[in-house]
C-alpha cells in the first residue's frame, strides 16, 4: 500500500515564501509524473504545476514564474517552493503522483496542506 505524506502548509503574508513536499511510502517500483493541485473554497481543482520523471515541468497561468517543481527520486519526494504569494493563492494544495505499483500504473493522492496567504 503506497502512502502520501504532505507538509509545509500554513498562514504567511502577502509577498512571503513557503515550501510544500510530499513524501510517497511504501512498496512501488518507481513513481512517473508528480503534479500539485490546489482547490479554493467555490472554485474547481487546479493544476499548479507537474514534473515529468525526465524533469520536464509545466506551471499553471497563474504561476507566473513564481513557483518552483522539484523532486527528489532518492527520498521519493515532490516539493512546491512558492515564492511571492498573493491572498489569491489561498487554497488546499495536494500533490498526485502516478506510480507503479505491483507491475500497474495508479494514481495516488495527498491529503492535502492548507495554504493561507493573509495581512
Known amino acids: 500500500q503506497v502512502q502520501l505524506e504532505e507538509s509545509g502548509g500554513g498562514l504567511v503574508q502577502p509577498g512571503e515564501s513557503l515550501t510544500l513536499s510530499c513524501t510517497a511510502s511504501?512498496?512501488?517500483?518507481?513513481?512517473?509524473?508528480m503534479r500539485w493541485y490546489r482547490q479554493a473554497p467555490e472554485k474547481q481543482r487546479e493544476l499548479v504545476a507537474l514534473i515529468s520523471s525526465g524533469r520536464l515541468t509545466n506551471y499553471g497561468d497563474f504561476v507566473k514564474g513564481r513557483f518552483t517543481i522539484v523532486r527528489n527520486d532518492a527520498e521519493n519526494a515532490v516539493h512546491l517552493h512558492m515564492t511571492n504569494l498573493d491572498p489569491e493563492d489561498t487554497a488546499v494544495y495536494y500533490c498526485?503522483?502516478?506510480?507503479?505499483?505491483?507491475?500497474?500504473?495508479?494514481?495516488?493522492w495527498g491529503q492535502g496542506t492548507q495554504v493561507t496567504v493573509s495581512s
Open positions: 511504501g512498496t512501488f517500483t518507481e513513481i512517473y509524473t
Open positions: 498526485n503522483l502516478d506510480i507503479m505499483e505491483l507491475g500497474r500504473l495508479r494514481e495516488y
